[in-house]
Every structure is written in structure tokens, then in C-alpha cells.
């Protein structure tokens, strides 16, 4: 059978192009691309292995060989894993598979300077080997095929590849590049052992290289005493990389540049982790876990439903990606692995749902994974990357891990009024520390976005005494989570949007009798509230500690029995709950409010009225039922008061809101 010519997919021939012609300061990452696929392609068939073991008993010591040949300018890479048939063959190396490489190409800019700098931070595949090679032929036998369906791939990377079947003796994969003439330092065993140090030390399967070793020969009899005989030069695979799973490795031998690149490479990120743990449990339940916290938030990251975070090994053999089961949503942005010898070999899904081990693993994960969190609070630069990326998504916590609440509580930043600017950098225990000695409760306020929250009029009352609040103003997450903040360090938590907010001992006794004495002695102007708004409003008050406001609204805690955090969720789940009503608070200080009191024509005095109402309506909801309504009231009111010039204005409306 002749091999047939087939045309790579068009965003090979550009990746092709790209790489054979304009990268030249990192050429060796060739080597780290075809060995990590080489070690995939064992892993893959280990796996398969554990249930159909008749597949590698020919040859049942996974390998990784490189042997460079200077006479004919070819350098060998060549596993004995999974292998490929022909179609695999034309699918996986005709096309962009996936991963790493399809990430690269999103990435390619045009500018080839730009571009080639990307090549160090992605995995570009298989593809890489054209960097340094002319020519590159694979020859491969999958583990399930005959030696006649053997493969032979070649291609000259320029825009079309020929592919046969042939026979093959061995199942695996052997890549044959043809060296560059000004790559021929890739044909030095030195070069290929730093480049194989470099990338592959964590790579679990060994990596051989063909190199020259020195052997003493046995010492002759009757030879001299210090008479050296000779070594003999002979040529072996040795092998190079640790081929130790790097978890598998005491913590402490492991570099920090070993834990980035084992990262790098096993998650498919091209940029350092913020951090790491590390941890062996030895005893009757065994288990490591290695967990990073990535730098970047991945573009899914709000789907919750987008937990791919951690593999699984059972005795350092992988057994699967994306196993939700260890960890919980709310820190689906931590990636890492978890080895157990406490699950069966040939573990499945299912199987893993019901398991005890699982929900123990899984608990032992979330304390790992927040006690590295803890940690890395510590360091502030580092942790407010980690606030922008991932607090949103571990506030989650609050509702859905009631039993770590106070640990991710602590974890999580807001906005208060103690910083004048909209970044969530305040903990809870600094919130503490700078609370007065009366001050009891923790106080916080939830609002649509950050505008609303800071110009609140219920925050009025509350920077009058000095207390600090918090801004809870990330929708919808903090609508959701108001309603599971309860306590914390024994601390209640208060919302200020509330109606006879508890101040506890900042409130004295004479502060109380005042309060009282303000409602009486405000009686009328209440009374004239209540009947001119009637069932607009739940009730009318005399507010303290409004000062800038003339009014603002509260709820009352029997506000139609739904807070304004369910009726949020309520609204996004498209559910109408009846309509709500507020508490009207006065300031009877205010010259507005004064003007208004100071109407005796009860219908105008309505107008008034209904302006004030609106107007604390607008600046707590940020909208009205009946905007138009507003808008003539407000005209009509400008007109009347002489706002507006005398003569007939050419424009009313918009200009003369302006006025
Ligand atoms: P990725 O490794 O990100 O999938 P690559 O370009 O490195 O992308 O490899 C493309 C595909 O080719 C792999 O997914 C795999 O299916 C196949 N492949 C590459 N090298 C080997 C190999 N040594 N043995 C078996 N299959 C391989
Ligand atoms: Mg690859």
C-alpha cells in the first residue's frame, strides 16, 4: 500500500510556518512537548492496562528512550505507550488537538516577536518538533492493533503530511526528526541531558538517553597493584530524569521551580501558580495531595458547574481528570491531585459518589485548600491577586459550607466605609480591631452596586456614631450570602437597611429618651406623612442620625416576611413576590423637609410629600415604579417655586429639571 498525501488543517500550516521560521530562543521546548507526550501516552495505556493487563505483558517496563544519531543527522524519541492506528494518526497529528497547543493558537497575535515569546509559556505540541527538524516521521502500533496496522507519518511540515499502514513490531510511538543543520547541538547527548533535567525531571516514567558510559574492566590477575587498567568506552541508555511522581517525593527535596513546572505542565497553564501545598498522610487512611492556587480566574469560573479541579491517582497511577467529587464548588478555581491507596484500582464515577473515602478525602482537601488560603492572606500583594480573581467564588462558602463558615469568613475581603475606594480589601478581623468597645455587632449593608451601597442614607446614622460598615455590593453572590451571615468571633451581624437598628451599647439611655422625645415631638409632621402617602408606605418615623439626607427608607423586620436579599433571588429566578413596602424616615432637620411642613394647603403639602418619598425611594432602590409620575411631580413643583424663569420657557422637561 503507497501512503496517501493529506493537507494538515489551515491552522496547522500557520502554527507550522510560525514555528520553523521565527522561533529561535527556545527551541528546546520541542523536547519537553514530544517526551509529555510520550509520558501520555503511557499513563494512557497504564490505565487501560489495570483491566486488560494481557496489553503490556510483552513489555510490561513503561519507557521513555532518546538516542541522537550524528551520522544520520536524526534524533529518536520513542515510548512504548498507547501508540496510535492510522486514523489516530491522521486525526491527532493532522489536526490541532486540543489543550495546550489550540491555546497557543488563540493566542498568536501576528506580531512574530510577540509570538515567539509565547512559545516558552504554552505547551505548542507536537507540532514544536518542526522548530528544529526538516522532517519528521512517526512510526507507531496502538496497543490494540496487529504488527501489519503499524503507522508511518511523515511530513516535511510544509502544509502536507503522508501516512500509511506499515508493519511494526513494537506497540508505541517513535518520533524521527531530522535535524536542522543549524540545530545540530540537539544531536549533543550534554545538550539533550540539560533539556531532559529541565523539563522532565517530574515526569514519572524513566526518560533514557543513548549516551556513552565508561566501564572498568575486571582487574586482571596477577596485574600490579595501582596499575589502572584502562576503561572501556561502550554506548547505553542511561537513564536521566528522576522518574519519581513529584508527589510521590519528600516535600522538602522538591524545589519551588520543580512545583511550578510540574503545574505548568499538568494543568495546561502557562503562568506560575500563587501558591501551593503539599501534603502526605501516612496511617491506615494514605493519601497525598498537592493543591495550587492558579494566578489567573479561568473564563468559566462563575459557572459552578465548572469544577474540573482535581485528578485523581490510586497509587500513583492516574485514573481520572475533572473529579468534582473532592472538592466543593466554592473552590473549584484550586487545581492539584490527590493519591490515594484507600480506593480500588479500577474505581469509577459512581462508585466514587458512594464512597466513604470520598467524602473523607474531600473534607481533608477543603481544609488543606483553606489553610493554604490562610496562608497566603499573609502575604498582601499576593493575596489581593487572589482576592480579584477568586473571592466572589469563595464567598460561596458562607452559604454552602456551614461547617468551615468561620474559616472562609475570615478568608473573605470586603468594601467598608473605612476605604474610600470600591476595592474589596477589608477582612473581618481588621474590621474588628477597629471597632470602639461598645460597639458589639459587625454592621453591613447590601445594595445593588457600589454606588448605591456608599451613598446610602442608611449609612448616615452609622458614621455618626463612627461605626464602619460593609459594602456588600457584588451582585447577585452578596444578595445571596446576606442571608447566611449570622455570626462571626461571636459577633452578630447586623444590616443597616433595618427599621430600630440595634446599636447596641452605642446607644445610651439618654440617646433612647431622645429618640423618644423626637418621635413625640414630631407627632404632627408624622401624622401629615402618614395621611398624605397612606398605603404607599408601611409606616413614617423620625429618623436620628440622618444628617445630608431629608429622608431615607428602612425595612421593618415584618417587611411582607420577605428580606431584600430573597426578594433579589426571587427576581432572578423570575418569581413576582408581592410588592414591598418601607418605613419612611424624616429628618425633621432638613430645610426640605422643613419647607414642606411649613405648607398649609394639604394637597399641596401631598405634592411635597410624595416628592420626599420618591426622592428616598430613588436614592435606596436606584429606580421607581412610575418614573414618569416623578418627573412631572418634581416640574411641577420647579414651576411653582420659582425655579424656572419667568417667561415661557421654549423647552419644559429635561431643561428645566437642570434648572
Ligand atoms: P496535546 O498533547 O495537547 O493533545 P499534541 O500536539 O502534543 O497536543 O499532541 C496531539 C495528539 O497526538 C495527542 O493528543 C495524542 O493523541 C497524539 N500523540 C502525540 N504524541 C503521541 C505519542 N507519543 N503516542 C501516542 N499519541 C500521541
Ligand atoms: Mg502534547
Redesign the pocket.
Known amino acids: 500500500m503507497s501512503a496517501t498525501v493529506h493537507g494538515f488543517q489551515t491552522e496547522v500550516t500557520k502554527l507550522l510556518n510560525l514555528l520553523a521560521h521565527s522561533l529561535y530562543s527556545n527551541k528546546e521546548v520541542f523536547l519537553r ?1 514530544l517526551i ?3 509520558s ?2 503511557i499513563d494512557k495505556l497504564h490505565f487501560l492496562s489495570l483491566t486488560n493487563p494481557d496489553l503490556i505483558k510483552d513489555d510490561p517496563q513503561f519507557k521513555i528512550r532518546v538516542r541522537a544519531d550524528k551520522d544520520t543527522n536524526t534524533l529518536t524519541i520513542q ?1 512504548n ?4 492506528t492510522l486514523a ?1 494518526a491522521n486525526a ?2 493532522g489536526t490541532i ?5 489550540e491555546e497557543f493558537v488563540k493566542n498568536l497575535s501576528g506580531d512574530q516577536a510577540k509570538d515567539s515569546q509565547l512559545i516558552g509559556q504554552f ?1 505548542v ?3 514544536s518538533s518542526f522548530i528544529v527538524a526538516d522532517q519528521v516521521t512517526v512510526i ?1 502500533r496502538s496497543a490494540t492493533a496487529s504488527a501489519e496496522e503499524g503507522v508511518r507519518w511523515s511530513s516535511t511540515g510544509n502544509g502536507t503530511f503522508e501516512s500509511e499502514n506499515t508493519t511494526v513490531a513494537e506497540r508505541g ?1 517513535k ?1 524521527i526528526l531530522h535535524i536542522k543543520d543549524d540545530c545540530k547541538d540537539f544531536l549533543d547527548t550534554w545538550t539533550l541531558r540539560q533539556a531532559i533535567n529541565k523539563y522532565s525531571d517530574h515526569i514519572s516514567t524513566p526518560v533514557e538517553l543513548y549516551d556513552v558510559v565508561y566501564e572498568e574492566d575486571e582487574k586482571a590477575e596477577g596485574q600490579e597493584e595501582g596499575k589502572e587498567s584502562e576503561p572501556k568506552q561502550t554506548h547505553k541508555f542511561v537513564q536521566v530524569n528522576n522518574a519519581q511522581a513529584l508527589w510521590t517525593r519528600n516535600p522538602k527535596d522538591v524545589s519551588d521551580e520543580d512545583y511550578k513546572s510540574f503545574y505548568k505542565h499538568s494543568f495546561n497553564d502557562y503562568v506560575d501558580p500563587l501558591t501551593w501545598t503539599h501534603n502526605k498522610v501516612e496511617g491506615e487512611f494514605e493519601y497525598t495531595s498537592l493543591l495550587y492556587i492558579p494566578s489567573m480566574a479561568p473564563m468559566n469560573l462563575m459557572m459552578r458547574d465548572h469544577n474540573n479541579s482535581i485528578k485523581l491517582y490510586v497509587q500513583r497511577v492516574f485514573i481520572m481528570d475533572e473529579s468534582e467529587q473532592f472538592i466543593p464548588a466554592y473552590l473549584r478555581f484550586v487545581r492539584g491531585l490527590v493519591d490515594t491507596n484507600a480506593l480500588p484500582l479500577n474505581v469509577s464515577r459512581e462508585l466514587l459518589q458512594e464512597s466513604k473515602v470520598t467524602r473523607k478525602l474531600k473534607s481533608a482537601i477543603t481544609k488543606r485548600a483553606l489553610n493554604m488560603i490562610e496562608k497566603l492572606s499573609a502575604d498582601k500583594d499576593q493575596y489581593a491577586k487572589f482576592v480579584a480573581s477568586f473571592n466572589d467564588v469563595l464567598k460561596e462558602g458562607i452559604s454552602d459550607d456551614r461547617d468551615n463558615q468561620e474559616k472562609i469568613l475570615k478568608l473573605v475581603r470586603f468594601a467598608s466605609t473605612h476605604d474610600t475606594n470600591i476595592v474589596c480589601n477589608v477582612s473581618l478581623d481588621d474590621y474588628i480591631s477597629r471597632m470602639s468597645e461598645k460597639q458589639k455587632n459587625i454592621y453591613y449593608l447590601c445594595a445593588d452596586d457600589y454606588d448605591k451601597a456608599v451613598n446610602s442614607p442608611n449609612l448616615e446614622r452609622l458614621k455618626a456614631k463612627g461605626i464602619e460598615v460593609l459594602l456588600l455590593w457584588k451582585q447577585p453572590i452578596d444578595s445571596w450570602i446576606c442571608s447566611y451571615l449570622n455570626e462571626y468571633q461571636g459577633k452578630k451581624f447586623i444590616s443597616a437597611n433595618a427599621a430600630d437598628l440595634d446599636l447596641g451599647d452605642l446607644e445610651d439611655e439618654q440617646d433612647k429618651a431622645k429618640r423618644e422625645q423626637t418621635q413625640k415631638e414630631h407627632e404632627d409632621l408624622i401624622k401629615r406623612f402618614k395621611e398624605a402617602l397612606g398605603s404607599e408606605v408601611e409606616d413614617v418615623k423620625v429618623a436620628d442620625g440622618l444628617s445630608e439626607s431629608p429622608a431615607c427608607l428602612v425595612q421593618s423586620a415584618a417587611n411582607s416576611g420577605f428580606s431584600q436579599q430573597m426578594r433579589f433571588i426571587a427576581k432572578m429566578q423570575g418569581t413576582e413576590l408581592p410588592a414591598e413596602k418601607f418605613i419612611l424616615e424624616l429628618n425633621p432637620a432638613h430645610a426640605l423637609v422643613k419647607q414642606a411642613y411649613a405648607e398649609p394647603n394639604e394637597s399641596l403639602f401631598k405634592d411635597w410629600a410624595n416628592l420626599i418619598f420618591m426622592q428616598a425611594t430613588l436614592s435606596d432602590q436606584g429606580t421607581l415604579k412610575n418614573p414618569r409620575e416623578f418627573v412631572t411631580l418634581m416640574n411641577r413643583m420647579l414651576l411653582k417655586s420659582g425655579a424656572a424663569p419667568e417667561t415661557e420657557p421654549t423647552h419644559q422637561g429635561d431643561s428645566s429639571l437642570e434648572a
Open positions: 512537548e509529555s507526550n510520550a501520555d501516552a515510548d505507550g498507547l501508540g496510535m489516530e491527532n497529528l488537538a486540543k489543550s495546550g497547543t505547551g505540541g507536537f507540532y507507531s510511538t518520533i
